[in-house]
C-alpha cells in the first residue's frame, strides 16, 4: 500500500531535499553534536520547570489554607491594593495555569493581555515578561505575576452589586468551582 493524504490539496506540498553531494560534504558529527545540544537544553528545562510547577502547586496549597495571612502580607507590599483586588488576581492566575503547574507561561500571558485588550506590543510584553522571570525559566508564579501585574498597572476592578455581602459564600463557592473546572467548562460559562 502506498502512502496518501487524506484531503485533496490546493497545491502539492514542497519537498526540500538535499543532493547525495551535499550530504556527503555535510559534517555529520556537528549536525548530531548540535541536535543533541538541543535535546539536552530542552530536557534541562523541562526538569527545571516540572520542578518549579511541583513546588508551586504545594505552595499554592499553603496559599489556599492561610489565605488571610497571605492577604496581609501581600497588602505590605502592594498597598493601593485591596484585598478583593488580591482574591481577584488570584483567581485571573489560577484560571490561566490550572493546568500548567500554577506557572504562567509566555504564550498564556500575551493570551491574558489580549483578553484584557491590552494595547501594548509583543516586544513590549516580552521586556516586561522577562523583568519578572529573572531565573529565565520561561515561567513566573503567582508572586512574580503580581509584581508583573502592578508594573503593567491593569486594574482589576471588583463590582458591588447591592446585595452582595449577603451571598458573599455562596459567589465565592461558585467562583472557587469555576476555577477548578476544565477549560471546556469555563468555555461554556461564558468565561472567554
Known amino acids: 500500500m502506498g502512502s496518501f493524504l487524506a484531503f485533496p490539496l490546493a497545491k502539492p506540498p514542497e519537498i526540500f531535499d538535499l543532493p547525495d553531494s551535499a550530504l556527503i560534504e555535510a559534517d555529520k558529527e556537528d549536525v548530531y ?11 534541562e528545562t523541562m526538569h527545571r520547570q516540572n520542578m518549579r510547577s511541583k513546588k508551586e502547586v504545594a505552595m499554592f496549597y499553603e ?27 488570584r483567581y485571573q492566575f489560577e484560571v490561566f495555569v490550572r493546568d500548567q503547574g500554577y506557572l504562567l507561561h509566555f504564550a498564556t ?14 516586544e513590549q510584553r516580552r521586556a516586561m515578561f522577562d523583568s519578572v522571570d529573572t531565573c529565565q525559566y520561561n515561567a513566573i508564579n503567582f508572586e ?6 502592578n508594573n503593567i498597572n491593569i486594574g482589576t476592578p471588583v463590582p458591588r452589586p ?10 465565592m463557592n461558585l467562583v472557587s468551582d469555576l476555577s477548578e473546572a476544565h477549560t471546556f467548562s469555563q468555555i461554556c460559562y461564558g468565561l472567554f
Open 33 to 43: 553534536a548540535e541536535c543533541h545540544a538541543i535535546n539536552v537544553k530542552f530536557c
Open 144 to 149: 512574580e505575576y503580581l509584581q508583573l501585574m
Open 162 to 171: 447591592p446585595g452582595i455581602e449577603d451571598d458573599r459564600d455562596e459567589i
Open 63 to 89: 496559599y489556599r489554607r492561610h489565605w488571610s495571612e497571605v492577604v496581609k502580607k501581600l497588602q505590605e507590599k502592594y498597598p493601593q491594593w485591596t484585598s478583593e483586588d488580591i482574591l481577584n488576581l
Open 109 to 122: 500571558f500575551n493570551e491574558m493581555l489580549d483578553v484584557f485588550q491590552d494595547a501594548t506590543s509583543l
